[in-house]
């Protein structure tokens, strides 16, 4: 197929279920670029554009839009994709450019789901992008789980084994959920203890509105006696299970019961039919003295690959708007709370 000969068209039309099934046959189709994902974000500030290129037979792409403090701007985004054959990306990119120039746009943040040493980069050079502060981890973990579970136990680090088996003895009970209030006050503490922000109860509700009937997503919680220790949130799309949110308290941290909730999610979602964990982030290589050292020996415990990304690549649209606008976040950081993450 030559690029003259490719259409992108506008992909909304196609439902859910058909737009899934044709990103699925792309290699880099994932989760974040799911219609689903693309309905959660919609309740949440950001309207989203569905395309695909030649009817969706050579890829598609979920193009986010959200509204600046700047009057009249708006942010583009493409979080983990797009999911293109190679020969479509320059006029994706070019679709890309057009719709958020005529949208207000001030910038335009594309995040592929390639891995390094992909040829993306080529395709942004000489075309106004540079690479940017990423959105998505730069690096994650991704663990074969098609294997029976004493198999795929064994193949965890000793340490990992005994913190496992520990939680075991010392009677942690792990349960599927829908308390996303109790769930949110775990991640909150998690994310004041690790300086970082996520979202509230009202963005797990929906997740599990949205999610929940097709078996997409899972909420466990961990307890003990009468304590709840710590919760996870795990998605699937594909054959791939996503950890993409956790939370705990410090009570009992040593009976461990973060392994046990992973172990739990593992083989539920494995029994699903997902052949692959993504811990969705961790730090590439840490010193012992890093502030998420902790996290990235407790992933790469349980084994797996490290997987590392081409990043974001932004193409500013409009420089001096987008100062302003960057000034203006740095106000509103200082006299409200953060402003949530982007995903």
């Given amino acids: 197929m030559s690029e003259a000969a490719a259409t992108v068209s506008h992909g909304h039309a196609l439902g859910a279920q058909a737009w899934d099934q044709l990103l699925l046959q792309q290699p880099e189709g994932n989760l974040l670029q799911s219609w689903n994902w693309g ?9 989203i554009d569905r395309l695909v290129v030649q009817d969706g037979r050579h890829g598609l ?24 054959i190679e020969s479509a990306r320059m006029l994706l990119l070019d679709e890309l450019e057009h719709r958020s120039r005529a949208g207000g746009g001030i910038t335009l943040r594309v995040e592929p789901n390639d891995r390094v040493g992909d040829e993306w980069p080529a395709f942004f050079e000489g075309r106004g992008f540079a690479q940017g502060k990423p959105v998505q981890p730069e690096a994650t973990q991704l663990l074969n789980i098609d294997l029976e579970p004493d198999a795929l136990k064994a193949a ?14 010392k009677g942690v009970q792990v349960t599927g959920s829908r308390d996303v209030t109790t769930f949110a006050k775990l991640a909150g503490d998690t994310a004041k203890r690790q300086g970082i922000h996520l979202p509230g109860a009202a963005y797990y509700q929906a997740a599990l509105d949205l999610f929940g009937p097709r078996d997409e997503v899972r909420l466990y919680l961990a307890t003990h006696e009468d304590d709840v220790l710590a919760g996870i949130m795990v998605f699937r799309f594909g054959k791939t299970a996503y950890y993409l949110f956790g939370g705990s308290t410090d009570l009992k941290r040593e009976l461990m019961p973060n392994y046990l909730l992973h172990w739990r999610a ?15 982030g ?30 974001l690549y932004e193409h500013v649209l409009r420089p001096g708007p987008l100062r302003l606008e ?13 402003v949530p993450i982007l995903r």
């Fill in 39 to 47: 309905e959660l974000q919609s309740r949440f500030g950001w309207t």
């Fill in 61 to 84: 792409c979920s193009l986010q839009r959200t509204t600046t403090l700047f009057p009249g701007g708006a942010v583009y985004y493409v979080p983990r994709g797009p999911a293109v």
């Fill in 156 to 169: 965890f680090k000793p340490k990992t084994r005994y913190n496992l088996n520990l939680a075991e003895r």
């Fill in 266 to 280: 593992m083989l539920d979602f494995r029994a699903m039919g997902c052949d692959t964990y993504d811990w969705w």
């Fill in 282 to 311: 961790i730090p590439e290589e840490p010193a012992p003295d890093h502030p998420w050292f902790g996290l990235y020996r407790f992933k790469t415990g349980f084994g797996g690959q490290t997987v590392r990304y081409i990043g």
């Fill in 326 to 338: 960057q000034r203006l976040q740095q106000l509103k950081a200082r006299i409200r709370a953060p």
